[in-house]
């Protein structure tokens, strides 16, 4: 009797062992930034635009959102609270399901489904899969756990396809006009306009993707030396010919250019890095880490910064394609210096208003709403790349860096990064308000 009694005991212990570790490997907020990590790679090496890829990451996490709040009941589903965000499936009663790792998995599925080439993450999703099985997760709760985050994932998908972004992939090119002010392809790409329809892309929470339209820029003059135009072309060039190491390596360090072409005679390469919205995403998993964040706070961070990117993206792009403003290069190369090059590249689309500066600051809104406005941490995001970390005071003190990047850079005039800086604000201030995430 003793015997049967200390074997019983013995297989509770082991049985709890089991559980407690495959619970420690799932419920794990490091682990949901190395899955948001894999996506961020993905991204990088395939070369998504910018706006393309606030669009990855914003299904993606919101999916893994809604998994996680099926197993956590202080926060809430974004069904009617995002524009045509149906109601989510729920799990089957009586099921055993481990709702971080159907996050992780909802995360991976979706953004394989939203990037090329097919199948880049589903070595990552299967990998998931095993280790929680060698930490000890029963059969039973893997297989529950993958038959209800597939239930989120479809869901998610369905409702992604009615955005308008397959319609916007056979729309009609941006049209390039040689008339004053406007904006024209520039070296060493000459790339034409990049996603001159983003602006038709449905939002998620802005009414329109005017909503926070900015103020209207500088009226073009370029013979009034006095004027505000002609005195914002001429600090660009100014500050761009006399840059410090610190201005090199803020505008460095913000480039942010997914694809930077290098030519050298006869030769030319590709120099890829993490795009805005993936040095952002890689900055919340860093700050979430600092704060000490568990699971369910670092998801949800995650993907209320994604929608606050993803409307940025909207409304920055609206914009871009409205005024169609010049860049400082093409103007200083025709009226000042014709070999005059900026530090870092200019990126193909028009000038105004800045989309680094757009999306910077409604990001460090949310992430201030989140964390708070004096987390301070060291960005390592650039390591990877040979970039020095930089210290981080705050959100808002990193956006507001991000933004005059552009100027140091030589590819943005100051009206550009500070009425963008301002309409960004608006556009984070709306999100914030607009969702509710915990009850």
């Known amino acids: 009797m003793k015997a049967w009694i200390l074997a019983f005991a013995t297989s509770l212990v082991f049985i709890s062992c089991q559980e407690k570790d495959y619970k420690a490997y799932t419920n794990n907020p490091f682990l949901f930034s190395k899955t948001v990590k894999k996506l961020n790679d993905v991204v990088l090496e395939n070369n998504f635009a910018p706006m393309v890829a606030s669009r990855n990451y914003a299904y993606a996490s919101i999916a893994a959102y809604e998994c996680m ?63 929680a099985d060698s930490a000890g997760m029963p059969s039973d709760v893997l297989k529950n756990t993958v038959a209800f985050s597939d239930t989120i994932v479809a869901t998610v998908l369905a409702w992604s396809k009615k955005d308008n972004y397959a319609q916007t992939r056979t729309s009609s090119r941006y049209t390039v006009l040689d008339s004053p002010g406007r904006w024209v392809p520039t070296p060493p790409q000459y790339t034409s306009g990049v996603e001159p329809h983003w602006r038709e892309i449905r939002t998620l929470v802005l009414d329109s993707a005017s909503e926070c339209m900015p103020v209207r820029p500088p009226v073009f003059d370029i013979n009034n030396r006095n004027g505000v135009y002609y005195k914002a072309l001429i600090e660009v060039k100014n500050i761009g010919d006399s840059l410090t190491d610190e201005q090199k390596h803020i505008a460095d360090f913000w480039d942010d250019n997914p694809f930077k072409l290098v030519v050298t005679g006869h030769a030319q390469y590709a120099v890829k890095k993490f795009s805005p919205p993936g040095h952002w995403m890689n900055i919340v998993g860093i700050a979430a880490q600092k704060a000490k964040a568990n699971f369910s706070a670092t998801v949800a961070a995650y993907a209320e910064t994604s929608i606050a990117m993803f409307e940025a993206f909207i409304s920055c792009w609206d914009e871009k394609y409205r005024s169609n403003y010049v860049r400082p290069e093409t103007i200083i190369n025709k009226y000042v210096s014709a070999d005059w090059r900026p530090y870092i590249q200019t990126p193909p689309f028009p000038s105004y208003t800045s989309g680094h500066a757009t999306v910077s600051a409604a990001t460090a809104e949310v992430l201030t709403a989140h964390f708070g406005e004096n987390l301070s941490f060291t960005d390592t995001s650039l390591l990877e790349f040979g970039i020095k970390n930089r210290e981080i005071k705050s959100f808002r003190s990193a956006a507001a860096e991000a933004a005059m990047s552009r100027l140091y850079g030589g590819i943005h005039y100051r009206f550009d990064n500070e009425n963008g800086a301002v309409a960004g604000k608006k556009v984070g201030e709306l999100v914030i308000r607009r969702l509710r995430l915990k009850k």
Do not use: C, R
């Open 69 to 131: 709040v099926a197993g956590d009941s202080t926060y809430q589903s974004l069904a009617g609270q995002i524009k045509h965000f149906p109601v989510m499936p729920k799990p089957q009663a009586g099921t055993s399901i481990d709702f971080p790792l159907a996050a992780m998995l909802a995360f991976t599925k979706v953004g394989n489904a939203v990037t090329f080439p097919e199948g880049s993450l589903m070595g990552y999703y299967e990998s998931l899969k095993q280790s």
